[in-house]
Antibody, heavy 119, light 112 residues
Framework: QVQLQQSGAELVKPGSSVKMSCKASGYTFTSYYIYWIKQRPGQGLEWIGRIGPGSGDTNYNEKFKGKATFTVDKSSSTAYMQLSSLTPEDTAVYYC????????????WGQGVMVTVSS | DVVMTQTPVSLSVSLGGQVSISCRSSQSLVHNNGNTYLSWYLQKPGQSPQLLIYKVSNRFSGISDRFSGSGSGTDFTLKISRVEPDDLGVYYCGQGTQYPWTFGGGTKLELK
């Protein structure tokens, strides 16, 4: 079955960077885009962007350009997202996800990574 | 960006009852290919969102037929019939027609 296993919670200082992982299993990693979504505490969902593990193709929400960087390691079926120049506004849960049966819906989600930015 | 507006913000329901959630988009969600990429998600407390409905009215794998989606263009509705305890949480609509994908602000479903 499709599974997306994300790395653990992070406590980081303002101005620093953090890199989180999303390990995929149960399907051919290179055949499906990995999407990244942000959810601030008690708030809604924000689409950060996506990466195609096979092609390396990326699409970023303009709002997150310069903030988020997507990479993949095909050998380990793992996608990564690095967030840079962190501020308290980056405190959130970050999810990775994969489409389901349709190209524009997210049928499979990781458990999320809580990133807390605090001095 | 396409703005997704959900109403109501919260909803109280009795077990076994029926509810409707509305979602409106600031622009038509009909893609150039003719498909309408409007989805519904449920986020239960402490969990990741889960996909319920895709392309307006298609139930995702394992989703009960108590959930139904309808609508077109810019106006969409999610109906939940015979509400069960496991249905409680926050419902989000989301569009995948235009980049960046965007989501509604959520509708919290609670027990009356």
């Amino acid at each position: 079955q499709v599974q997306l296993q994300q790395s653990g919670a992070e406590l980081v200082k303002p101005g620093s960077s953090v890199k989180m992982s999303c390990k995929a299993s149960g399907y051919t990693f290179t055949s499906y885009y990995i999407y990244w979504i942000k959810q601030r505490p008690g708030q809604g969902l924000e689409w950060i962007g996506r990466i195609g593990p096979g092609s390396g193709d990326t699409n970023y929400n303009e709002k997150f350009k310069g903030k988020a960087t997507f990479t993949v390691d095909k050998s380990s079926s793992t996608a990564y997202m690095q967030l840079s120049s962190l501020t308290p506004e980056d405190t959130a849960v970050y999810y990775c996800a994969r489409r389901g049966l349709s190209y524009s819906s997210l049928g499979y989600w990781g458990q999320g990574v809580m990133v807390t930015v605090s001095s | 960006d396409v703005v997704m507006t959900q109403t109501p913000v919260s909803l109280s329901v009795s077990l076994g009852g029926q509810v409707s959630i509305s979602c409106r988009s600031s622009q038509s969600l009909v893609h150039n290919n003719g498909n309408t990429y409007l989805s519904w998600y449920l986020q239960k407390p402490g969990q990741s969102p889960q996909l319920l409905i895709y392309k307006v009215s298609n139930r995702f794998s394992g989703i009960s037929d108590r959930f139904s989606g309808s609508g077109s263009g810019t106006d969409f509705t999610l109906k939940i019939s015979r509400v069960e305890p496991d249905d409680l949480g926050v419902y989000y609509c989301g569009q995948g027609t235009q980049y960046p994908w965007t989501f509604g602000g959520g509708t919290k479903l609670e027990l009356k």
